[in-house]
């Protein structure tokens, strides 16, 4: 997992071309209101989910082992989770191939704050638990693909 923020990611960018062009495109447009949608920015390879999202006092920890997640929050801050996966013991959805996705009902072991003009990078060895907080807000859900 890395916390980061968008006009600082120099080293970060330099992990793997797609981080990159991922972190690129955020740096240029994560200001712009998208509506509720998918962009392709690389098809089938990184992908944009902008989302509105009602934020949750509580949020079940979540894992991918096909793509990469860059939170970026647009609107409000948000709180997220974290765990690394080889620390979790209670698995409430086993992990569905066509959805890539996983759910955990442990505690995280830690909770941050991500700021809008911050993103936060989750890896397949990451679980998350994302739009932790009070009302509602906007946030872009970049996912790159590992293979």
């Known amino acids: 997992m890395i916390l980061g923020d968008i006009n600082n990611n ?6 793997s071309p797609r981080i990159a062009k991922a972190l690129q495109w955020i740096k240029e447009h994560y200001k ?4 509720k ?9 990184i992908r944009v989910n902008c989302e509105e999202v ?6 079940m920890l979540e894992a991918h082992r096909r ?7 647009q609107s409000e801050e948000e709180t997220i989770g974290w765990s690394p996966i080889n620390n979790l013991k ?8 066509g ?6 009902g442990d505690a995280p072991q830690c909770l941050f704050p991500v700021r809008p003009g911050q993103f936060v990078i989750f890896f397949p060895e990451d679980a998350h638990a994302p739009n932790i907080g009070i009302g509602n807000h906007r946030k872009l ?3 790159i693909a590992i293979d």
């Open 10 to 15: 120099k080293y970060i960018s330099s992990l």
């Open 67 to 73: 793509f990469i997640d860059i939170h970026v929050p």
């Open 54 to 59: 009602a934020m949750v006092p509580q949020q």
């Open 90 to 97: 209670n698995c409430i959805t086993p992990y569905d191939e």
């Open 141 to 143: 859900c970049v996912k």
């Open 32 to 35: 712009e209101r998208f509506p």
């Open 99 to 104: 959805k890539d996705i996983e759910f955990y």
């Open 37 to 45: 949608d998918v962009i392709e920015i690389e098809d089938g390879v």
